[in-house]
């Protein structure tokens, strides 16, 4: 087999490789603080090099008959680290979703459960040759009868882990949600047709693709974005409102507080608070405009730059966040979830005080928060 034959059957693998050699460099570079998710999705890339560089080295190997020994536990190795990139994602997943690391370890063997079953397999085909795969003399590599039972396990656990995360899907939010769907679409028919069409590699590079997607929407975006709710931060929102004053446009300001979070996070822990916060982030999300920006402007504070020339426009937004609050309060006996609301219209942009008016707002959300726990008394 020539050089140029064997380029053609492993270029995609090759160029997928250097996207990720370049995805462990940037993510390993970032001038952000090192987190836990950071630390999952390298490991994620790190399996995602090892397997794509294994099925490249096959591919080389392929039909080079001094080589058969080596090709022949390449492919016992590749067979088992198939599972790998899913496993680690599913985790890192996991971690985003739910924020917690003790949890994800519980979950842990339920993870690492495709992991047993495939070395489980490729040890069954040592003693029984040809069942999974087979070398023949020339080194020329063959799909055995039960190849495919090396990619069941994988596709469970994607299936078993999917419902999980769906039955919590309002934990889910921002971009995270576009990310999920693109890695239960892109890979796995790009495994599909692996499976389908032997000789192409589109399982790995498919893979790879989604990995640049979700370093682009979720790691590369960690400067600008709140790691817990995935919301814009303060500097953000800063930066916006020096844009809209310089613009001259018209524009609210909606600053919220939620009320007595405190007593959340001290009787049902600090993972229920995360859970309320990204909930209220939702909602935040849900009841306003996709023009319109949310921010966690700290703590259990957001605030909404709402794009509008219309002067009552917080007054319908924050009677839309009050009606669902009390829907879904209606069905909780545990806690109750509220806010007080700061805002202000502004209709010269120009002629306002920035300090000023943020000083306002917050002055007006503390009245409001007052007026609401006398009501609520």
Same mark, same amino acid.
């Given at each position: ?8 059957? @492993?270029?995609? =693998?090759?160029?997928?490789?250097? !996207?990720? #050699? $370049?995805? &462990? +460099? ?85 993870? @690492?459960?495709? =992991?047993?079953?495939?070395?489980? !397999?490729? #040890? $069954?085909? &040592? +003693? ?99 790691? &817990? ?149």
């Amino acid at each position: 087999m020539n050089s140029v034959t064997i380029f053609v059957r @492993i270029d995609l =693998l090759l160029y997928s490789l250097i !996207i990720q #050699l $370049i995805l &462990l +460099y940037l993510s390993k570079n970032q001038k952000t603080e090192e987190d836990y998710s950071s630390r999952l999705f390298r490991q994620v890339l790190l399996s995602l090099i090892l397997i794509t560089a294994l099925s490249t080295i096959s591919w080389i190997f392929d039909g080079l008959t001094e080589f058969r020994i080596i090709s022949y536990w390449i492919q016992f190795f590749s067979i088992i680290c198939t599972t790998l990139p899913v496993i680690v994602w599913m985790r890192y997943i996991d971690f985003n979703i739910f924020h917690d690391e003790k949890g994800l370890r519980r979950r842990g063997y339920i993870y @690492i459960t495709p =992991l047993f079953i495939n070395t489980f !397999i490729v #040890l $069954i085909n &040592l +003693y029984r040759p040809g069942l999974i795969y087979s070398m023949s003399e020339s080194n020329v590599y063959s799909r055995g009868p039960y190849f495919v039972t090396a990619y069941i396990s994988i596709y469970i656990l994607i299936f078993a882990a999917y419902m999980y995360f769906f039955l919590h899907k309002d934990l889910i939010v921002g971009r995270l949600t576009q990310v999920i769907i693109l890695f239960l679409v892109i890979p796995v028919i790009g495994s599909f047709m692996q499976i389908l069409f032997y000789g192409i590699a589109l399982q790995w590079p498919s893979t790879t693709l989604v990995l640049l997607l979700t370093y682009l929407a979720l790691e590369q975006s960690k400067t600008s974005r709140d790691s &817990l709710t995935d919301l814009y931060t303060r500097s953000q929102f800063e930066q916006r409102l020096y844009f809209k004053i310089k613009r001259n446009d018209p524009f609210s300001l909606i600053l919220i507080d939620m009320n007595d979070f405190k007593y959340i996070n001290d009787n049902f822990g600090h993972n229920e608070g995360d859970k309320v916060l990204k909930l209220v982030t939702s909602i935040l999300i849900s009841d306003t405009n996709p023009e319109d920006l949310v921010c966690r402007y700290g703590g259990d504070e957001f605030i909404l730059l709402i794009e509008s020339d219309q002067e009552n426009v917080c007054s319908k937004i924050i009677d839309r966040l009050d009606s669902t609050l009390s829907d879904l309060n209606s069905k909780n006996d545990d806690y109750r979830i509220s806010m007080s609301y700061g805002y202000k219209f502004i209709k010269d942009p120009l002629s306002c005080n920035k300090t000023m008016v943020l000083k306002e707002i917050d002055e007006n959300m503390y009245k409001d928060k007052k007026l609401r726990k006398a009501a609520f008394l």
